[in-house]
């Protein structure tokens, strides 16, 4: 089983989450050209080794989470939150 | 090589199994051929067969990292149907069915296909409108289809969960009578013995690790045994085709590599005559019994991407629930082995057989967990495509070109995230 330390829930296993996808993907703006859109809605660089991913605790507090993880070893790296604003928060609650 | 009869069994019966050669030669990689396939599972073995047998090819290679299947062709639940419905896909799957029904006789080699059907539950009034939608698609394109009621699923299948209060009651079910199972290593043992007497130079332990190129072109592979050379390259490497696309420099791809585990219990006596599967309402289960006796089945992927070769709890318990709110009785039997295979899932969930930006580079990928079928017809087609050097029209929209026409080709309607599709 996969632990995942969540900012808000503390470490819980994986089957309290789901799997967004590939996290680096960011949406181009709406009227960015169709080879922007193709490539972020199908085309996947798809890494052996760590890469960024997002996951919601949708049974847990809900919020969706940015995790780098080893896609060979499913060791994990680093969770923060994906609204950089909260993760800001988090940080800084100043 | 002495080919396989009844009469060469009974006589090596009588002489103590002494009188039987090596099924494939174990070579030395050759510097130089005219067609390198990299991938040893039954897509890359099929390929290199029928570009052998139906192109008249000569000198042709199939480099695998590992063991010839030990990759998904070894560890797949080896569920053989033709009932898919997209324009393509349909004549495909077709095709490649029609290879299995006569795979034996033309390889010369017991693949223990079973046509033992294909049975589909249904559990609501859509789902059989759903089915009868998909029987007349299934008629009217010369397959075989038929729907049953509960009274004759209960006759063929008699301890199912008929219970009137199971969560989803069973009300019939869709069936493919030609659709079935095969013994999945024999068929990759099959493909390399056939392929090897036609003079192709199988290489196993033989790992591709760097794609020479110049410009537009593969001018040779860098492998665990030394340099090799090929006028035209396929890849054919499943779950690790992302990471051949990467070593070739071609950037992203249209695929995710997920894992599927299957599963098996220890043997019991002849419980199961079908393949029967359950979908309904977020699970997905399918189950078969081997000719040994264990209970074979599987489920859903593990949810999220993986390049590891090892399956996680939670699908264990799912399909465990699965398996016993269909099949009750199963419920004392004890789980022998899970284990998992990496995935090529694509973006809409169907194939690439298709040419590349590179010239004579050919990919034969995205085969999602339903590429045990499809390994006849895929070496079928990705030979046409090599040795023509273009597309048959059956996979011609099967290209990598195809989302950037927003021509997807979704069976499932699952939209353009490669964990949902089967
Ligand atoms: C658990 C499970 C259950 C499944 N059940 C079914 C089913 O019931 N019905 C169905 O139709 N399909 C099923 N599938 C899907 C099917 O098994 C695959 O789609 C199909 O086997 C893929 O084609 P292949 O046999 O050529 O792949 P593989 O056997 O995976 O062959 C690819 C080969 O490439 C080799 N390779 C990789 N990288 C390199 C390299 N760098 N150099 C050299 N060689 C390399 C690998 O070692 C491997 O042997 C299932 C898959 C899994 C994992
Ligand atoms: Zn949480």
Same mark, same amino acid.
């Given at each position: 089983?996969?632990?995942?330390?969540?900012?808000?829930?503390?470490?819980?296993?994986?089957?309290?989450?789901?799997?967004?996808?590939?996290?680096?993907?960011?949406?181009?703006?709406?009227?960015?050209?169709?080879?922007?859109?193709?490539?972020?809605?199908?085309?996947?660089?798809?890494?052996?080794?760590?890469?960024?991913?997002?996951?919601?605790?949708?049974?847990?507090?809900?919020?969706?989470?940015?995790?780098?993880?080893?896609?060979?070893?499913?060791?994990?790296?680093?969770?923060?939150?994906?609204?950089?604003?909260?993760?800001?928060?988090?940080?800084?609650?100043? | 090589?002495?080919?396989?009869?009844?009469?060469?069994?009974?006589?090596?019966?009588?002489?103590?199994?002494?009188?039987?050669?090596?099924?494939?030669?174990?070579?030395?990689?050759?510097?130089?051929?005219?067609?390198?396939?990299?991938?040893?599972?039954?897509?890359?073995?099929?390929?290199?067969?029928?570009?052998?047998?139906?192109?008249?090819?000569?000198?042709?290679?199939?480099?695998?990292?590992?063991?010839?299947?030990?990759?998904?062709?070894?560890?797949?639940?080896?569920?053989?149907?033709?009932?898919?419905?997209?324009?393509?896909?349909?004549?495909?799957?077709?095709?490649?069915?029609?290879?299995?029904?006569?795979?034996?006789?033309?390889?010369?080699?017991?693949?223990?296909?079973?046509?033992?059907?294909?049975?589909?539950?249904?559990?609501?009034?859509?789902?059989?409108?759903?089915?009868?939608?998909?029987?007349?698609?299934?008629?009217?394109?010369?397959?075989?289809?038929?729907?049953?009621?509960?009274?004759?699923?209960?006759?063929?299948?008699?301890?199912?969960?008929?219970?009137?209060?199971?969560?989803?009651?069973?009300?019939?079910?869709?069936?493919?009578?030609?659709?079935?199972?095969?013994?999945?290593?024999?068929?990759?043992?099959?493909?390399?013995?056939?392929?090897?007497?036609?003079?192709?130079?199988?290489?196993?332990?033989?790992?591709?690790?760097?794609?020479?190129?110049?410009?537009?072109?593969?001018?040779?592979?860098?492998?665990?045994?030394?340099?090799?050379?090929?006028? !035209?390259? &396929?890849?054919?490497?499943? $779950?690790?085709?992302?990471?051949?696309?990467?070593? =070739?420099?071609? #950037?992203? @791809? +249209? /695929?995710?590599?997920?894992?599927?585990?299957?599963?098996?219990?220890?043997?019991?006596?002849?419980?199961?005559?079908?393949?029967?599967?359950?979908?309904?309402?977020?699970?997905?289960?399918?189950?078969?019994?081997?000719? !040994?006796? &264990?209970?074979?089945?599987? $489920?859903?992927?593990?949810?999220?991407?993986?390049? =590891?070769?090892? #399956?996680? @709890? +939670? /699908?264990?318990?799912?399909?465990?629930?699965?398996?016993?709110?269909?099949?009750?009785?199963?419920?004392?039997?004890?789980?022998?082995?899970?284990?998992?295979?990496?995935?090529?899932?694509?973006?809409?969930?169907?194939?690439?057989?298709?040419?590349?930006?590179?010239?004579?580079?050919?990919?034969?990928?995205?085969?999602?967990?339903? #590429?045990?079928?499809?390994?006849?017809?895929?070496?079928?087609?990705?030979?046409?495509?090599?040795?023509?050097?273009?597309?048959?029209?059956?996979?011609?929209?099967?290209?990598?070109?195809?989302?950037?026409?927003?021509?997807?080709?979704?069976?499932?309607?699952?939209?353009?995230?490669?964990?949902?599709?089967?």
């Amino acid at each position: 089983m996969i632990r995942i330390n969540c900012p808000y829930c503390g470490e819980r296993d994986h089957s309290e989450f789901t799997y967004g996808g590939d996290g680096s993907v960011k949406y181009p703006a709406l009227d960015a050209s169709m080879e922007d859109w193709l490539q972020a809605v199908f085309q996947r660089e798809n890494i052996r080794g760590v890469q960024t991913e997002s996951w919601h605790h949708v049974n847990g507090c809900r919020m969706w989470l940015l995790v780098e993880r080893d896609t060979m070893t499913h060791e994990i790296h680093s969770v923060r939150v994906a609204h950089p604003g909260l993760q800001q928060a988090l940080e800084d609650p100043s | 090589m002495t080919r396989f009869s009844a009469w060469n069994v009974f006589r090596n019966g009588l002489s103590g199994q002494k009188g039987w050669d090596r099924q494939w030669r174990d070579v030395e990689p050759k510097a130089d051929y005219d067609v390198v396939i990299v991938g040893g599972g039954i897509h890359g073995l099929a390929t290199a067969y029928y570009l052998a047998k139906k192109h008249g090819l000569k000198n042709i290679a199939v480099l695998e990292k590992g063991w010839i299947g030990g990759g998904n062709a070894g560890r797949n639940t080896t569920i053989v149907r033709s009932n898919y419905f997209r324009p393509g896909n349909r004549e495909f799957y077709e095709h490649s069915l029609k290879l299995w029904e006569n795979l034996s006789h033309d390889l010369n080699y017991n693949v223990m296909f079973s046509q033992r059907g294909h049975v589909s539950l249904l559990h609501s009034p859509g789902a059989v409108d759903a089915a009868a939608r998909g029987y007349n698609t299934l008629r009217l394109t010369g397959s075989d289809a038929e729907i049953w009621g509960l009274e004759e699923l209960k006759q063929e299948i008699p301890h199912l969960n008929y219970a009137a209060n199971a969560r989803f009651p069973i009300l019939g079910a869709a069936v493919q009578r030609r659709a079935g199972t095969a013994r999945h290593d024999a068929v990759v043992w099959g493909y390399a013995r056939a392929a090897d007497q036609l003079g192709v130079d199988i290489i196993q332990n033989c790992e591709v690790l760097g794609v020479r190129r110049d410009q537009g072109r593969i001018t040779g592979l860098d492998t665990s045994r030394g340099a090799i050379g090929g006028s !035209k390259i &396929g890849f054919s490497v499943a $779950g690790n085709t992302s990471r051949l696309w990467d070593m =070739a420099g071609l #950037g992203t @791809l +249209p /695929i995710e590599s997920h894992k599927l585990q299957a599963f098996v219990t220890e043997p019991l006596k002849p419980l199961l005559d079908h393949v029967v599967v359950f979908g309904v309402g977020g699970t997905h289960f399918y189950i078969s019994q081997s000719d !040994k006796g &264990g209970m074979v089945f599987g $489920g859903d992927l593990d949810w999220y991407k993986s390049y =590891a070769q090892r #399956g996680n @709890l +939670p /699908i264990v318990q799912d399909v465990s629930e699965c398996a016993l709110s269909i099949l009750p009785c199963l419920g004392r039997v004890r789980l022998l082995r899970h284990w998992s295979g990496v995935c090529d899932m694509s973006m809409d969930g169907s194939h690439f057989i298709c040419k590349t930006p590179l010239d004579n580079l050919y990919l034969n990928a995205g085969w999602n967990y339903g #590429g045990f079928k499809a390994g006849p017809g895929a070496g079928w087609f990705f030979a046409d495509l090599i040795a023509n050097d273009r597309p048959h029209e059956i996979v011609a929209e099967h290209d990598l070109k195809r989302f950037e026409r927003g021509y997807n080709i979704d069976e499932r309607g699952a939209g353009p995230d490669p964990k949902l599709h089967g």
